[in-house]
């Protein structure tokens, strides 16, 4: 009975490691809700465009519950294309339309909740919003920790001296997006990294040792 468990409702832009969270989760009947910014099943007329939108799918979720406002994610894809907006003010805007979304979602499908028996994960550089509703309402955090943070940053800027990388676009990510990553880590029960490096790396940074848990990929 889900009565005694935490629920999960997994946030995730794209189909990062092909939906391996809400799937594995599915897997254990421990999933609640997949909210995320494009999900174009086969047979829809989105997924008959063609627009590199064939992995915004997963078939093991086909009878899960997933919101995704499919064309506010194309409209906001297309105006950053139409104005020129790239890098990393593409990436920061779209993290932030994407946890505006899906606070907005958790608002509407849980307007009568206040209790603990959630469990929110959402993966790093877009969770901060969607952690503070959570944690509002007394519901468990988990961060899916993507990349080793800061310390990948101030390695790739160690090896600009090399012409491979002095020639490239490579550009540090700005300041706003590591305070708000920072925010995460603080509002997150958990951690996951898939690697001891990774582990290493947030321990450098200050993250707690007891909220971090290391899941290899496959």
Not at 25 to 34: F, G, I, P, Q
Not at 101 to 112: F, G, I, P, T
């Amino acid at each position: 009975m889900k009565s005694s468990t935490h629920s999960w409702i997994c946030c995730q832009i794209g189909a990062r490691e092909h939906y391996a969270v809400p799937r594995a989760l599915k897997l254990s009947d421990l999933l609640e809700e997949v909210i995320t910014d494009l999900w174009i099943p086969p047979g829809t007329l989105m997924h008959s465009w063609k627009l590199r939108l064939d992995g915004r799918f997963h078939p093991a979720l086909a009878d899960a519950r997933v919101k995704a406002p499919n064309v506010a994610a194309l409209t906001f894809e297309m105006k950053a294309s139409a104005t020129g907006t790239n890098g990393w003010s593409r990436i920061t805007r779209r993290n932030d339309w994407f946890q505006q979304h899906a606070v907005k979602e958790l608002v509407q499908s849980h307007r009568n909740s206040s209790n603990g028996n959630h469990t929110v994960f959402a993966y790093s550089y877009a969770a901060e919003h969607i952690f503070k509703f959570a944690r509002e309402r007394g519901w468990r955090t988990v961060l899916g920790q993507i990349d080793p943070g800061p310390v990948e940053e101030r390695i790739v800027a160690g090896l600009r001296q090399t012409t491979a990388i002095a020639e490239s676009d490579w550009e540090p990510a700005p300041k706003q997006y590591w305070e708000s990553w920072r925010t995460e880590c603080t509002l997150a029960d958990q951690i996951v990294v898939n690697s001891n490096w990774s582990r290493q790396a947030l321990l450098a940074e200050g993250v707690a040792d007891e909220k971090i848990r290391v899941i290899p990929l496959a």
